[in-house]
């Protein structure tokens, strides 16, 4: 394997690293409303709380993962990014501006011990996880589907050209298979009734997230899979079988294993689709970006190898660390009181 497969499967391992981590963050954000809608205000305010707190430790570590593959991306394969940025511009700026909102969100909400301004932060959290969820599906559906480049390796396509009927399924996959994951992680980090209403969700978004993924899945594979890429259509597709299965028996820790393995199998898929373009051309196949001439140099490829032999595995293993510290279950007994400023009345 030569340094350009090698960082090629590096990013891999990055967006799925993402994906995996971020997914179920992503996932907790889309259902909090859900799971707290109560009789009593405050015991639902408590439910909010408990299922934003499985997420509040480890959820700005997960995004890091985003930051490191774009900043590899952009070292490893300047082309690439340049190309991708600057022709996604629009969705990849709402996904900015939906992960700004949703980390404010996050950050100020229990600042202030108001009911409005909490239902306002809410609405930021449910936005900063729905709109990224969906873009993201649509964005690599669009990059393994290929888009209009020119010769001068810009992108021709308009935004509107971007939501073909293949991305717009991407999104909606990405976005129920997110909204599982997250319903089996509220299920694995909670206690008492929060816990049996994510197991709930958990199996009523099973089987909507197995016919959508499996759709499109099947649709990637026979479009622009190889013949190696059929085994992660059966992974995904029996990884999320076995959700509906462990979910209805309420087995929330292996059901969240399986779901993991599937956001894994798929990002795999995308990925393998695509080898060896990195941005193929629907205008000519000539002028499609490959790892080949949108790379960085040899010598830039070996310095980053070098680099990230030494800093991948401390980062990689303090995050296991914050994982393993934060490993408990959460329930609304373990919620205290707000501290948060009060309003005055005006």
């Known amino acids: 394997m030569g340094l350009q497969e090698f960082w090629f499967v590096a990013i891999a391992v990055l967006f799925v690293g993402y994906f995996v981590l971020e997914g179920f963050d992503f996932g907790v954000g889309m259902l909090m409303p859900i799971f707290g809608r109560h009789a009593d205000p405050e015991m639902g305010e408590k439910r909010r709380r408990a299922v934003l707190n499985t997420i509040g430790p480890v959820w700005d ?197 399986f779901t993991t393995v599937a956001v894994v199998a798929v990002v795999v898929l995308l990925f393998g689709s695509l080898f060896p373009f990195v941005m193929p051309s629907t205008t000519d196949p000539s002028f499609s970006l490959t790892i080949a001439n949108a790379s960085s140099s040899p010598y830039t490829l070996k310095v980053m190898t070098w680099a990230a032999a030494f800093v991948a595995p401390v980062v990689i293993g303090y995050q296991a660390w914050t994982y393993w510290v934060f490993r408990k279950r959460i329930s609304t007994a373990h919620i205290p009181e707000s501290i948060g400023l009060t309003v005055r009345p005006r």
């Not at 229990?110 to 609405?123: A, E, F, Q, S, Y």
């Not at 992680?185 to 959508?212: C, H, N, Q, W, Y």
């Not at 995904?236 to 959700?243: E, N, W």
């Open 61 to 257: 570590g997960n995004e890091v993962w985003l930051i490191t593959a774009g900043g590899a991306l952009f070292a490893a394969f300047p082309e690439w990014y340049a190309t991708l940025f600057s022709g996604f511009y629009l969705p990849l700026l709402l996904i900015l501006v939906a992960l700004i909102l949703r980390i404010c969100a996050i950050e100020y909400r229990g600042k202030i011990d108001d009911p409005v301004w909490r239902r306002r932060c809410d609405l930021g959290i449910g936005i900063g996880s729905w709109v990224p969820s969906i873009l993201w599906g649509v964005a690599f559906a669009n990059i393994v589907d290929g888009v209009a480049i020119d010769e001068n390796k810009k992108v021709t396509a308009g935004f509107f050209d971007l939501l073909s009927p293949y991305a717009l399924l991407g999104g909606v996959t990405m976005a129920l298979v997110f909204a599982l994951h997250g319903a089996v992680f509220i299920a694995l980090k909670t206690s008492g009734d929060v816990r049996e209403d994510a197991v709930k969700m958990a199996v009523r978004l099973s089987v909507p997230a197995v016919v959508v993924g499996g759709g499109f899945a099947l649709w990637t594979q026979l479009a622009h899979g190889k013949s190696w890429t059929w085994i992660m259509v059966a992974i995904a597709a029996v990884s999320l079988i076995a959700v509906v299965a462990l979910t209805a028996r309420v087995r929330e820790g292996w059901a969240f294993v």
